[in-house]
């Protein structure tokens, strides 16, 4: 079946534009996951979604970064007034309840802010 | 918060046995796992182990758990440099993850 997907790939934008990071995730999945991968760092948690729960918010860096989840499938990470040390890999996983949330990652997107 | 620690960087020969360590602080992880992560992808999950085992094999790879002391290892026997990679130990509590920044796996011929 299909696994999580991403878009876009790739994005670069100027310093204080607006972005939009897509994920779809695997279908039926309750939980999902937003990370942000620095070059050469480990994932930095940012935000997950558990099924209708409030999601847990607490890797947000900053009030620039917000996240959506629609209709418990489809999330979109926005980051507003996109600064330099905003460049990365957003990676995007989901899971279930099945074997502790296991999680399977997107491919990312690499932001580049210019 | 929790934490999650790992050696950056291993060195192996083709062939060889490669030991991954890891060591996390919340004692009420319920479940633990191993992704790897090739060069501009995504994570891959590798294996797991519940919080109440101490040991699982899945073909080349043993996953060692000590409780007590928080440890857990990661060994891939029989090397392949098809093996080289990002390891990332992550722990898991109540559905939420901690991860672990990596070991980079090289593997020489």
């Known amino acids: 079946g299909a696994g999580v997907s991403q878009s876009p790939s790739n994005k670069v934008t100027e310093k204080g534009k607006d972005v939009e990071l897509r994920c779809d995730p695997i279908s039926g999945h309750t939980a999902l996951y937003w990370y942000r991968q620095s070059l050469g760092q480990g994932l930095e948690f940012l935000i997950y979604?558990?099924?209708?729960?409030?999601?847990?918010k607490s890797g947000l860096p900053s009030d620039r970064f917000s996240a959506e989840r629609t209709g418990g499938s489809v999330s979109t990470l926005t980051i507003q007034r996109t600064q330099q040390e905003d460049s990365a890999v957003y990676l995007c996983?989901?899971?279930?309840?099945?074997?502790?949330?296991?999680?399977?990652f997107g491919p990312g997107t690499r932001l580049t802010v210019t | 918060g929790e934490d999650v620690e790992q050696s950056l960087f291993l060195s192996v020969r083709e062939g060889d046995s490669s030991v991954i360590n890891c060591t996390y602080t919340d004692s009420s992880s319920t479940y633990l796992y191993w992704y790897k992560q090739e060069p501009g992808a995504g994570l891959q999950l590798l294996t797991y182990?519940?919080?109440?085992?101490d040991m699982k094999q899945d073909q080349r790879l043993t996953v060692l758990l000590n409780k007590k002391d928080k440890h857990l290892s990661l060994r891939i026997a029989d090397t392949q440099t098809g093996d080289s990679a990002i390891y990332f130990c992550a722990e898991t509590n109540a559905g939420k993850s901690t991860f672990g920044d990596g070991t980079t796996l090289t593997v020489k011929p």
């Open positions: 182990i519940f919080s109440n085992m």
């Open positions: 996983a989901s899971g279930s309840s099945g074997r502790g949330y296991e999680q399977y």
């Open positions: 979604f558990q099924g209708n729960s409030a999601p847990d």
